[in-house]
């Protein structure tokens, strides 16, 4: 096996191809090379394949060997060798996964030098200050990824060196400064790791690489792809490339771009620039950053050849990319390209402009068409573009840069472990950093907003905050932090003291500004438009609604029917609930028939409200699912209650005796669905008569109320026959004598693994299938999903017991297969059976592709997840057509 391949490597199809063999970074170092002609600087990419067998045996035999070749190649490509002495060859080291992870895992710059090559380094260069800045940033970067030294360690000295040359600026820095500084790291390395800094420059490589693959599982990394939904078992590549110096002298400089802008989708590039600095400096927001136009005046010919170089990368990507670059004494250089994270107001106004045609520089247009551009939107850019907004102006305390767009308000939190931990509590918190670094990824995963006082719009705090959708406000340089406060001016934050920020327009306002839900762009509705258009006919999108404002917000949101309407949360209701316990409560027959009674007349409203929402549209009623003991107050509440007063009243004591007779230890999978029903059976012929009452005084109306009924919980067919048998009896009874009778389904919830199984016999008395896929996980892992989530899925995925949470996506937790087997039996017997999907998953775009996949007519979401489900479900379709051709 071949783990190393040289960025020029002739590669069978074009290297953009082999994300999963060289990582998203590799691949488009090699495509800019050999495809591309663009000016990279050398190198060569370990492949995954190295990283995932180094996770599973450690070190891999062979790649040694295949190292020593590609330096050798590279030396001589460069004319420098690793180490020299004299004119010492450096390297970056550098991750890159399939999946873009921006800062999740680890880089080392300048390795190369040691006591011997930064002296041969600043020789070379005639720039003896250039080497030791350098080598002071290599020992430090070195000493906190590979040896595992705390970054204050190095951070501490040298912000006392900048103290003391009265300079914010890392490039004021005098020489005689930064040797001591180099010298001064290299004793703190010996004291901290009981070793001195390694200076066989090879020996430094293999520790780099080595590095990198650990990384992968750092808890960083881990974190984001669980909540980026991305395998741990892909591993990351590492890309070896020779150095190129932004930060040689005043005709040098680095810079991160973006071919369109990232946060609104205007088709202009803009970025942040530094001259004499290296790309750390730019993305830590260490330094004030210039824009684009200011590099046009340091280096108009330059700027010139980058803005040619955008075009050309966009026509071939056809997409917004994300450059690095670098100018060593005038010379540009290209670090990398990817596809360019966005906003989601920047992603839905980039697909509907990219099929109107882009200009790729040579006088010719580039396009893509509208199943392409549907695929260009995310789960999070739809999220992001209904957030809240603030409705009320007020005075900023202070403005930063807008940096990903949305209002958020919390309460201020100075460090990622007590946001974290504020977030547990069940507070809003916004995070409050003087800049951020992946270190802080679960504090901003916890926060409703960003507040960084340093950092452009290109910093770290920026691009996670972007892709998540998190409102953020970035470079707030009025923002003075100190310890568990910050300042503007004579104003004083303190820990826990609520503020709001805009991330659209960067202000800062100290307090909580009322919110309201923001106007999506027009592309919103165009995009989604396309969806529908490609979903027509193959996978409609539900909603699961219990109230008639729900259903009616549904509809508004594109929503093509209710696919589960809880009838139990209308009992819940306060005006209900009396009722209910009325019912339980009852001692004779004639007691229950008359609470039955008063229900179905409320029953009867609620259903006409939801019809009426949803007027010509199916809608499917599930009849009442939980026990009983949950219309009751607890047993433990009623004892205290008993104990504290001495006695209860006569109805509380009767509601004890009831709670106490109707609880179970576990109920769950107890007295609840199908179950209650034969128990109770009025209870079911209450519901049908109050739905059937309610559609026929609509069609009296001149209304079209579509009506699906749907059992819970059933396991076997005799079961599903006698309810389905209550059911008929009311439907026979309430149409009897109509001329042209509505065609009224029913129906049952598959939520076991049994039903599942026994799917075939189930479909033989059933119009449809509904998969519970709630019920249905819980029930196929054993896990209660009250208790395991908080406690034991962290744990489990974090140690990779489970390769995703079973209960946020279906599509590789082996639920799917038991929904792709009853879909598949269901339909063997009765081919014209209707199936769909109401639990949350069917809001998840993952699992809409397994459901998809496995034949089902419909996915039903909550109402504010359908513009999600709309665009999934098309999505599915499009990378099923892909696969197929």
Known sequence: ??????????????????????????????????????????????????????????????????????????????????????????????????????????????????????????????????????????????????????????????????????????????????????????????????????????????????????????????????????????????????????????????????????????????????????????????????????????????????????????????????????????????????????TGVAALKMAVDMTKGTKDGKGSKWTIDRDEAVTRVTEDHLDSVLHPQFTTKAKPLATGLGASPGAAVGKVYFTADDAEAAFKKGEDVVLVRNETSPDDVHGMMASKGILTARGGLVSHAAVVARGWGTPAVVGAEAVRIAGNE?????????????????????????????????????????????????????????????????????????????????????????????????????????????????????????????????????????????????FLPSVEELKVKEAKKGKLSKKEASMLEAAESWSEHNPMIGTRGVRLGVIKPGLYAMQVRALLDAAAKLRDAGKKPIVEIMIPLTVTREELALARGWVQEEVDAALKGMRRKPNITIGTMVETPRAAVRADELAEVADFFSFGTNDLTQLTFGFSRDDVESRMMPAYLEQGLLKQNPFDSIDQSGVGDLVRMGAERGRATKPELKLGVCGEHGGDPASINLFYDAGLDYVSCSPFRVPIARLAAAQAIVGASDSQK
């Open 486 to 630: 910050f300042s503007v001016g004579d104003t004083v934050v303190k820990q826990g003291d609520w503020i709001s920020i805009d991330g659209t327009s960067g202000d800062i306002v100290v307090g909580k500004l009322e919110m309201s839900a923001s106007k999506p762009p027009a592309e919103f509705d165009t995009v989604l438009k396309w969806a529908d258009q490609i979903r027509k006919g193959k996978l409609a999108v539900r909603a699961n609604a219990d109230t008639g404002e729900d259903a009616t917000v549904a509809r508004q949101l594109g929503a093509e029917g209710i696919g589960l309407c809880r009838t139990e949360h209308m009992f819940l209701a306060p005006d209900r609930l009396p009722i209910v316990r009325e019912m339980i409560l009852a001692n004779t027959p004639r007691q229950e028939e008359r609470a039955l009674e008063k229900l179905r007349a409320a029953q009867q409203a609620d259903f006409e409200e939801i019809l009426d929402a949803m007027d010509g549209l199916p809608v499917t009623i599930r009849l009442l699912d939980p026990p009983l003991h949950e």
């Open 1 to 342: 096996m071949t783990y190393v391949y040289a960025f020029d490597h002739k590669h069978r199809k074009p290297p953009m191809t082999y994300k999963d063999l060289l990582g998203g970074k590799g691949a488009n170092l090699a495509e800019m090379t050999s495809v591309l002609k663009l000016p990279v600087p050398p190198g060569f990419t370990v492949s995954t394949d190295a990283c995932r067998d180094y996770m599973h045996s450690g070190w891999p035999d062979g790649l040694d060997k295949e190292v020593t070749k590609q330096v050798a190649k590279l030396e001589k490509a460069m004319g420098r060798k690793l180490g020299d002495p004299n004119d010492p060859l450096l390297v970056s080291v550098r991750s890159g996964a399939k999946f873009s992870m921006p800062g999740m895992m680890d880089t080392v710059l300048n390795l190369g030098l040691n006591d011997e090559s930064v002296e041969g380094l600043a020789a070379a260069t005639d720039n003896p200050r250039f080497a030791y800045d350098s080598y002071r940033r290599f020992i430090a970067m070195y000493g906190r990824i590979v040896l595992d030294v705390d970054g204050d360690v190095f951070e501490h000295p040298l912000e006392a060196a900048k103290e003391k040359a009265g300079t914010t600026n890392d490039a004021d820095l005098s020489e005689k400064v930064l040797r001591d500084l180099s010298k001064r790291y290299l004793a703190a390395v010996k004291r901290v790791t009981g070793k001195p800094f390694p200076q066989d420059p090879r020996a430094q490589l293999d520790g780099a690489i080595e590095a990198v693959f650990r990384s992968w599982n750092g808890a960083r990394a881990i974190a984001y792809r669980n909540r980026e939904k991305i395998s741990h078992e892909l591993g990351t590549a590492v890309n070896v490339q020779a150095m190129v110096f932004g930060n040689r002298d005043e005709n040098s400089g680095t810079g991160v771009a973006f071919t369109r802008n990232a946060a609104t989708g205007e088709n202009k590039p803009y970025g942040d620039f530094l001259v004499n600095a290296q790309g750390e400096d730019v993305v830590a927001g260490i330094r004030a950053t210039e824009d684009l136009d200011h590099m046009a005046l340091h280096f108009p010919g330059l700027h010139d050849d980058l803005l040619d170089i955008f075009l050309r990368l966009e026509a071939h990507y056809t997409d917004m990319c994300d450059i690095e670059f670098t100018i060593e004494q005038g010379k540009l250089w290209m670090l990398q390209t990817r596809i360019g994270k966005r």
